[in-house]
């Protein structure tokens, strides 16, 4: 008798928050049906006002994601991933992941251009794939 296993059933929402005149805040909480084994979110930082990195933040345990950022000419590319033979679990969902950034102060920016992709494997091989703008 084969045993089948409910496919993934994930939820990711953005947030945007300006604390302070030149100082931006954008958050992705995302939950799972079921435990990862895989996964890899990208979000994407527009540079039209000299953005600049100021923190990266994640609720996943550390020793079983890292993420890291890189900024050039243009944007700011941040990436949470999970690592080797590692598993998140789904009893501490929800997990979220966020980005803080300084730009030019007194500019209006336009979070639309900003994105954001998530790919999940749940640990019986089930993908959940999704991206959006803040």
Known sequence: MAIVYPRIACSVNSFVEN???NYQVQR???SCSQSLSNLT???V???TYNEIHAKQYQTLWND???MTYTQNSTQIIY???SLPGKHISKEYFPYFVEVQFYYTSGSTRITRDDTWEVF???IYGDSYH???TF
Do not use: A, D, E, K
């Open 19 to 21: 604390p302070s005149m």
């Open 28 to 30: 992705l909480n995302f």
């Open 41 to 43: 979110i990208t979000h």
């Open 45 to 47: 930082v527009q540079r």
């Open 64 to 66: 079983t994601t890292n």
């Open 79 to 81: 990436t949470w991933y």
């Open 120 to 122: 999940f494997q749940s």
């Open 130 to 132: 999704r991206s959006g």
